[in-house]
Structures are given as C-alpha cells and as structure tokens.
C-alpha cells in the first residue's frame, strides 16, 4: 500500500482511540454523577453526547473512503472492519451512558434513597471491563481482550441479581415503585455497555488473529461433542 494509505491508517487509529477515551470518560461521569445525585454532572453527560455522534460519523465515512479507494485486503481489511463495528460499539456506549445520566440526573432531585450495594460493584466492574477491552485495543492485546469475554457472564448474573432485589423490596415498599424501577432501567444500561465493551474486545480478538470470537467459541464447543 502507499505512504499516502498508511498515514489515512494513522489518523483513523488516533481516532478511534481518541474516541475510545472520551466515551470511556462519559461513562465514569455517568456513574458518579449517579452516586454523588449530581445533576449538573449528569446534565454534562448528556450534552457531551452530541460529540461523540459528530466523531462517529465522521471516523465512519473516513473508514468508507478508505474502503472506496484503496480497495485493502487482508489485515489491512480486517482492520477497517474492525474499526467500523467498533466505532460504532463506542456510539452506543456513549448512548447508555446519557441514559444512565438522565436517570441520574433525576435522583439528583428526589429525597435520597441508598443505591443497592450491588448496583456500585456493578458499575466498578463495568467500569473495569470497559477499560480492559478499550486497553486491549490500544495495544492489540488478545489476551485482555479475552479476559474481557469471560468477564461478561459475571455482569450478567448482577443484572439478575439486581432485577432480584427490586422485585423483593416493591413488594415491601411499593410507594417506591417508580425510583427502585430505575434501578433496573440502569442495571440494563450498564449490562448493555458490557455486552458493548465485549463487542469490541471481540473485534480486538479479530482484528489481530482473523477469527470470529463468538463462532470460535462455538466451534471449540463443537469440537469437544466430538470426542
């Protein structure tokens, strides 16, 4: 390929990582604007998302243009992809993080009610998976980006949990129906970023090895029926 499609390369990679610390940085916002009841915080997520949009499209159409012209092959190719499915990824994690903020942004106005325990080790967890898979993107790592995947069934089975807990305490406190509901409206948000963060530690593992994740997986689980 030419010097002029390596550096087109580089940009989208400064990008895409540029991209990756903001959205990363939203989310940290979301949650503690939930645990501190900060409105102002929360409203400031929600007005950062518009930029995270901007870059999206933006790093989208450069990564089609790329496509159009250079027609790559190979790692090149799988790159480009990659980048694309991530890039759109980071879009949605941005999204669930304003969710979490416009939910937090209303606890910051209503009489105080304790966050379950659960729900912050959920977060810290979260937290911590996207922060391992966006690593494992920074530095083409496969071994964080599965230690990613195996962390998702973890996040899950809290999301349960947390369903769990709200459905025993309305029985006990239905007069706080409406504020134990969001709890798990936010307990699926930050399902969905991990699911997301699992996307892109899914593509790191592509990117790098030229294999499908979850069909590896399958064909492993394949493999052992064999025998």
Do not use: W
């Not at 250079?70 to 669930?96: C, M, S, T, W």
């Amino acid at each position: 390929m030419t010097i002029h499609f390596v550096r087109e390369i580089d940009k989208i990679k400064t990008r895409i990582l540029s991209l990756s610390a903001y959205v990363e940085e939203s989310v940290t916002m979301a949650v503690k604007a939930l645990i501190t009841r900060d409105g102002n915080l929360a409203r400031e997520v929600i007005q950062r998302d518009f930029k995270i949009d901007e870059a999206e499209v933006e790093l989208e159409e450069e990564c089609l243009k790329l496509l159009a012209l250079y027609q790559p092959v190979a790692h090149d190719l799988r790159f480009i992809i990659a980048i694309l499915k991530i890039n759109n990824d980071l879009e949605r994690i941005g999204d669930q993080a304003v969710n979490i903020a416009y939910r937090a942004e209303v606890f910051s106005r209503r009489e105080k009610i304790e966050i379950p325990d659960i729900m912050l080790t959920m977060a810290e967890k979260t937290k911590s998976m996207l922060r391992l898979g966006l690593d494992a993107l920074i530095n083409l790592d496969v071994k964080r980006a599965n230690d990613v995947c195996k962390s998702d069934d973890v996040i899950d089975n809290m999301h349960h949990d947390i369903y769990s807990l709200v459905k025993n305490e309305v029985t006990k406190h239905p007069e706080h129906f409406s504020t134990l509901f969001k709890f798990t409206e936010i307990s699926h948000q930050l399902e969905r970023i991990a699911d997301l963060a699992t996307n892109i530690a899914e593509e790191v593992i592509y990117m790098v090895e030229g294999q499908i994740a979850r069909h590896r997986g399958k064909a492993m689980e394949s493999k052992d029926k064999d025998f």
